[in-house]
Nanobody, 131 residues
Framework: QLQLVESGGGLVQPGGSLRLSCAAS????????IGWFRQAPGKEREGVSC????????NYLDSVKGRFTISRDNAKNTVYLQMNSLKPEDTVVYYC????????????????????????WGQGTQVTVSS
């Protein structure tokens, strides 16, 4: 079964840090771009960050630039989202998902904006930023 599992969420004070993990089972992440998304109650899911399959290209939501860093360790079949300087407005459920397969010409799976192009969504991990 192809599955992504998020972990690392929790309660943190404003200004604190968390590192989210997105681990794959049943398939290798090497050939997929991985996106982190978040969704607040009553709002649409939004893209937070994405990393392409070889880790050479990343992008971020404007509101998290300079605070969040996405990375991947293909040997561990895991993608990470390091979140620093957390704010109360970062309090939501975070999800990861995969986009692929790689382009046959470039051999890379690139990030795309449309979240409907992503599959194998995880169950989400709650991040709560509160004093």
């Amino acid at each position: 079964q192809l599955q992504l599992v998020e972990s690392g969420g929790g309660l943190v004070q404003p200004g604190g840090s968390l590192r989210l993990s997105c681990a794959a089972s049943g398939f290798t992440l090497d050939y997929y771009a991985i996106g982190w998304f978040r969704q607040a109650p009553g709002k649409e899911r939004e893209g937070v960050s994405c990393i392409n399959s070889n880790g050479g290209t990343t992008n971020y939501l404007d509101s998290v630039k300079g605070r969040f860093t996405i990375s991947r360790d293909n040997a561990k079949n895991t993608v990470y989202l390091q979140m620093n300087s957390l704010k109360p407005e970062d309090t939501v459920v975070y999800y990861c998902a995969a986009h692929g397969p790689p382009d046959m010409h470039t051999g890379q799976a690139m990030c795309v904006r449309d979240l409907y192009e992503y599959d194998n969504w995880g169950q989400g991990t709650q991040v709560t930023v509160s004093s």
